[in-house]
């Protein structure tokens, strides 16, 4: 079904570097990755909210982070989680399927801390308290670095996460 689906995707030329986009279809979404071997893509029928691109995994490649909205198998709540694909050989793959972080997610961003490509995090802490955490890819996931911020107004946690940028 995906070869059907997206052999009208498929572009002729000369890419120069590989890139994921994100595609929206009807509530839905597509990950496409364009390689100069043709495109690729990675159905989530989910609704999404944030769509990032960078190497969180540091091995050279783009990866693509994109955050979905649906329930687990442990958690039956509709809420926001976070998905990293990889580039192999010019097709997306999973990297990590994550259903939470330390809290709540919000909302993520990718962001290059001293030569490594980090994850900066806003989580709701309470019902009325949040945080901003920065992870870091660990062999199979990623791993909590240290709370930038914490216990602030869904305000202060907002601003001070808009405030890192890369």
């Not at 009208?8 to 390689?35: H, M, Q, W, Y």
């Not at 990623?142 to 996460?161: G, I």
Request: aromatic share 14%; charged share 25%; proline share 4%.
């Amino acid at each position: 079904m995906r070869s059907l689906l997206f052999g009208a995707i498929l572009l002729v030329g000369c890419v120069k570097t590989p890139k994921f986009e994100l595609r929206d279809t009807n509530g839905s979404a597509i990950l496409a990755l364009t390689t100069k071997q043709g495109t690729d893509a990675w159905p989530l029928p989910y609704p999404t909210y944030q769509f990032q691109v960078g190497d969180i995994n540091n091995d050279g490649l783009d990866d693509a982070l994109v955050g979905v909205i649906k329930k687990t198998r442990y958690d039956s709540s509709m809420s926001k989680r976070l998905f990293i694909f990889k580039n192999y050989k010019g097709k997306v793959r999973p990297l990590w399927l994550g259903s939470r972080l330390s809290y709540p997610l919000v909302d993520f961003k990718v962001l290059k801390n001293k030569g490594e490509t980090r994850l900066l995090s806003l989580e709701q802490s309470s019902e009325s308290k949040f945080l901003v955490s920065e992870y870091k890819w660990y062999k199979f996931g990623l791993s909590f670095e240290k709370h930038l911020v914490k216990d602030l107004s869904w305000e202060e946690a907002n601003q001070t996460f808009d405030s890192y940028e890369d």
